[in-house]
């Protein structure tokens, strides 16, 4: 059941500090696939990337996203969301950090603050591919797998067999 | 527990196996089965669980209790007639479970009933391998809804897959959805291909647009040996269509065929555009202290719509929800305008009502999207009125170009007069 992962940090600071919300937040709905043409879609919880064929389009997930504002703008901070951006991708910590979807809207992430920081990716752009790396974690980045229905995790050797370029379409 | 998006479950087809390999042998419930099942209800007090890992219910039971834990899997396989295809019963873990692992006795059915896929007929046309179900090749009428039960002297788990099996002519509706850009280099990828091969380095793909063979000295298009690509340069919306990779698979001494059908998009490569701030486009704006004043930050965004561009107000290097906890400055609703084919987005600051602070007050207002970023300061003085700016400055300017005009006047007819004493000299 999703009531046994882990809660977002974030919830024990409800978001009624601002009386006022920035009600404002402009959400942004993307699709994310990677160079290999690999689509994301949800399995046991996790995104997974993979060729998803004729009606089996209808179960491809749109990211949307939200800027992170308590970090530097000029590296573009993030936080990655699906289903609506009721839920939230974020980074653990450690040696091998791994990725995990939590019930936490990435508006309520989008003010920032310093338990914001797992969620958040700082996105780069290069020949219209994107990159995004963990904030928690530098030098790691998003990546597929080369082989096809595999989740999504973080690396920080992009090679053959670790995809870590993306198109980043607005839907 | 999250719902997964699932496909809407066909209704079964209804159809026996028509294939003499496969025989509707043994139904579900049998009178023996339903005995045993009660008289395990009465004689165990199981303490049986359902451990639920999303997609999948796997239930702790006896090993003669009825498996309850069914799921359907999310995906649906489609094929065409007459190639091969092979149904995967999906293999899943659970915290410390993983069932691949386990040696766990797999069995599959159709349509409800039971299907023997041994025995029979020497070269059988469907039969089971390791945790996988082989078509060899697939007929219309093998359409419908499997199941594979995996279960050990512990755990069991149900999965249902449908499968749907096509004419050739439907291909398009089973083809797969990639998109490249124009003016871009990129790769279409033959997908789904992995369990017929047997040495990736071996594989050789053909490609065919639109059933035409692609050449192999086409340098637009570029498929090597190994890989599951195919390379286009220079993408244009001409290549967008129906491309087919083919490769061969040989089993029992006969050629198969598999192809996959994928369906090119290609999008316009979007214009590389920096925002650039338009308004506010003076340094500061008069409001009288205790009145409402919506102060507009107007950005365009160039020709192509770049309406990811974030922009927002920061009051003294602070975003304005977090200066103005109370909400006595706000950011308003955020417009997005085209005009004369030109895109803009547009996003209010409003005071309401303007305090004395707002006067020592640092306002920015901030644009960024993937090309660049541009900040303006303003700020806002106390002044005799609220009205924007340029509305207050009207009736100055009037003011100044009476008062030009009247001056021009004079001087005018003050050098007239000068001229003529010069002229007297």
């Given amino acids: ?171 | 527990m999250k719902a997964l998006p699932r496909v809407p479950q066909e209704k079964p087809l209804g159809k026996r196996m028509q294939n003499q390999k496969l025989q509707d042998a043994v139904p579900h419930f049998s009178l023996s089965c339903f005995l045993w099942k009660k008289m395990a209800g009465l004689l165990f007090v199981i303490c049986t669980y359902i451990v639920d890992a999303s997609a999948f219910r796997i239930q702790h039971v006896e090993s003669t209790e009825n498996c309850q834990g069914h799921t359907t899997y999310f995906k649906r396989y489609f094929a065409l007639k007459g190639e091969p295809v092979i149904l995967k019963c999906p293999s899943f873990k659970y915290k410390h479970l993983d069932f691949s692992s386990h040696p766990c006795n797999l069995t599959w059915s159709k349509n409800d009933s039971k299907m023997m896929t041994s025995g029979g007929d020497e070269e059988p046309r469907i039969w089971t391998q390791d945790d996988a179900l082989w078509f060899l090749p697939a007929s219309l009428e093998d359409s419908g809804q499997y199941v594979c039960t995996r279960r050990n002297s512990s755990y069991c788990a149900i999965v249902s897959i449908h499968l749907t099996v096509t004419e050739k002519t439907a291909v398009h509706e089973i083809s797969y959805h990639q998109i490249l850009f124009t003016f871009t280099s990129g790769k279409l990828v033959c997908p789904d291909l992995g369990d017929f091969i047997q040495k990736e380095t071996d594989l050789e793909l053909k490609w065919y647009k639109d059933s035409v063979p692609l050449d192999e000295d086409n340098k637009k298009f570029k498929s090597l040996k190994g890989t599951h690509y195919l390379y286009i340069s220079f993408v244009s919306s001409k290549d967008s269509g129906y491309y087919t990779c083919e490769m061969s698979f040989t089993s029992g001494g006969t050629l198969y065929n598999i192809t996959r059908t994928i369906q090119l998009q290609t999008l316009d490569q979007e214009k590389r555009f920096s925002p650039v701030i338009v308004y506010p486009d003076q340094k500061t704006t008069l409001a009288a202290l205790g009145s409402r004043l919506i102060l507009p930050c107007k950005v365009f965004i160039g020709s192509s719509k770049h309406f990811h561009t974030v922009v927002g107000w920061l009051a003294n290097d602070t975003y304005v929800d977090i200066t103005y906890k109370q909400g006595r400055v706000t950011e308003g609703e955020r417009l997005e305008i085209v005009e004369n084919d030109e895109n803009y987005i547009e996003v209010p600051l409003i005071f309401d009502p303007v305090g004395e602070m707002d006067f020592y007050t640092d306002f920015k207002c901030e644009a960024q999207n993937n090309h660049g970023r541009q900040v303006l300061p303003t700020r806002v003085r106390q002044g005799a009125s609220s009205l924007p700016w340029h509305t207050a400055a009207i009736p100055v300017a009037l003011t100044c170009l009476i008062l030009g005009g009247l001056c021009m006047h004079k001087c005018w007819k003050r050098r007239a007069g000068n001229g003529y004493a010069i002229a007297k000299l």
């Fill in chain 1, 1 to 171: 059941m999703g009531d046994s992962e882990p809660r977002a940090g974030l919830e024990a600071h409800p978001s009624e500090i601002h009386e006022k919300p920035a009600a404002q937040m402009k959400v942004f709905k993307y699709r994310l696939w990677d160079v290999a043409q690999k689509s994301l879609y949800l399995r046991n919880n996790q995104l997974v990337a993979g060729y998803l064929q004729g009606p089996n389009s209808a179960l491809e997930e749109k990211i949307c996203w939200v800027p992170n504002r308590s970090f530097e703008r000029e590296k573009f901070p993030i936080i990655l969301g699906v289903q609506d951006g009721r839920r939230s991708l974020a980074c653990g910590t450690g040696a091998l950090p791994a990725l995990q979807l939590e019930d936490v809207n990435i508006t309520e992430l989008s003010r920032g603050g310093e338990e914001t920081t797992r969620f958040t990716f700082f996105r780069s752009y290069k020949d219209g591919m994107w990159r995004f790396e963990s904030a928690a974690n530098p030098g790691w980045l998003l990546c597929t797998s080369a082989q096809s229905n595999e989740p999504l995790g973080l690396t920080t050797s992009p090679d053959a067999a670790h995809i870590v370029d993306f198109y980043f379409q607005l839907c």
